[in-house]
């Protein structure tokens, strides 16, 4: 989807209602507005259901000030107008109230950006602006300062996060990606040691392999192909409404039986994705016009040397991550089903998934169809798209109970001699 050819009023429904969905705002809590290319700020209202805005609600408030609309503005505008004037370049603002950036906010600390490297790639110079009254012109002018030192993201002392950014919809990827991260951060640290990312480790990270591939036409569109595009979206969708990623992040493809793959392509809105949008990838060849993910050359290897493996998703669900940024132990034997699919779950190396694709390639095996990348993600394999689905969603339910069960006692795991058990009762090697 082009938000940029949408209407600013139609913009701001849109992030409005999406923030609301994913319970990172209240009903009466957050703000949003765009500055037009006539310099009209375009703001959501005053008191009115965040859950049911429609594109009347809306504000407009010209450059001579002057108030246009249904209803008042919000009653942060003073502050908005505050940052669009310290920073020129800025085009949209994004002010809300999620759980895990208001505990940083009340605490008065800023969160890590360097649990995992989607956060330091889009999240960058956060600052903390001292509480002063909401509304107030003073907030404004706290807030507008710490912009004006060049961050894109304020947090504000006993209160919650500001970002602004040249679209709405890099504000609100921001946002998304840095409440994600401060929710692991809180989760992780009660889990175990936390481990942050190094400035070489993060460098690494900006792989540019995926930009590099030979555009091809595929002229032919066999029923497999087709069907795999469908099936694709339809998990893809799940995945995000599920938080299994972000607007941006995760990976999935599926082998086709010429063996091409179809694979998500780069930086698309994962909630938007459509079948058109998945990239299908042959050898060194690209679909023309496409961007296959970063993650391209991984999942490549991957079917090259397991013909069993017919689909590949790599994720970032919440729990699986706090496993994957702490030196706390993932162990899958805590109810059949999760040792069923999911067996020896191996954690390996940042560094690995960058520098060394084969060992990421050996590492999967029969006994091990999911590994955890150290301050990465979880790649997960199955012998169908939805085989691996299952394991992926098992995988994040299992990290989850053994995160809770922290408060509430030591796990007992299923012992060896009832391990040896289910395998022979389910046949597994």
């Known amino acids: 989807m082009d938000f940029s050819l949408l209407h600013p009023a139609d913009q701001l429904v849109m992030i409005m209602d999406r923030i609301y969905r994913r319970g990172m705002t209240t009903t009466s809590g957050g703000n949003l507005s765009i500055r037009d290319e006539a310099g009209c700020v375009w703001i959501t209202p005053a008191g009115i259901d965040k859950g049911s805005l429609t594109r009347q609600d809306i504000v407009c408030v010209l450059p001579d000030g002057t108030v246009k609309g249904a209803h008042k503005g919000s009653s942060e505008l003073p502050f908005h107008l505050a940052i669009y004037e310290a920073r020129p370049d800025l085009h949209a603002i994004l002010h809300a109230h999620p759980d895990a950036l208001v505990a940083f906010s009340i605490v008065r600390k800023l969160p890590s950006l360097s649990l995992f490297p989607a956060v330091a790639r889009t999240c960058r110079h956060i ?212 040792h069923i699919l999911l067996r020896d779950v191996e954690k390996l190396p940042f560094e690995t998934i960058y520098r060394d694709p084969h060992a990421i390639s050996e590492a999967i095996t029969s006994r091990s169809p999911a590994l955890l990348v150290e301050n990465d993600s979880i790649v997960v394999t199955g012998e169908s798209l939805l085989k691996a689905f299952d394991r992926l969603e098992v995988a994040e339910a299992t990290a989850a109970s053994l995160y809770l069960s922290r408060a509430i006692g030591n796990v007992v795991p299923i012992s060896d001699a009832q391990i040896e058990a289910l395998h022979e009762a389910f046949g597994l090697s």
Request: no cysteine.
């Open 127 to 338: 600052r903390m602006a001292p509480y002063e009254l909401p509304g107030s012109a003073k907030l404004g002018a706290r807030i507008a300062a710490e912009f004006a030192h060049g961050s894109d993201i304020v947090m504000l002392e006993n209160h919650g996060v500001v970002i602004g950014a040249a679209t709405l919809f890099r504000a609100f990827m921001t946002f998304e990606t840095l409440e994600s991260s401060a929710e692991l951060e809180t989760i992780a640290n009660r889990l175990g040691t936390v481990r942050s990312l190094r400035p070489e480790q993060l460098f690494l990270s900006e792989t540019t392999d995926h930009l590099h591939m030979e555009d091809i036409e595929f002229t032919l569109r066999p029923t497999e192909e087709l069907a795999s595009r469908r099936d694709m979206v339809m998990l893809i969708h799940r995945s995000y409404e599920q938080g299994l990623f972000n607007a941006t992040n995760g990976t999935y493809s599926v082998r086709l039986p010429d063996d091409s793959m179809l694979i998500t392509p780069y930086d698309k809105d994962r909630l938007y994705v459509q079948g058109e949008d998945l990239v299908r990838v042959k050898g060194h060849m690209k679909e023309k016009g496409k961007i296959p993910s970063r993650a391209v050359l991984i999942h490549q290897r991957i079917y090259r040397d397991h013909p069993e493996v017919k689909a590949i998703l790599v994720a970032h669900p919440l729990h699986l991550m706090a496993f994957a940024v702490t030196d706390a132990r993932f162990d899958a034997r805590t109810i059949p089903e999760s």
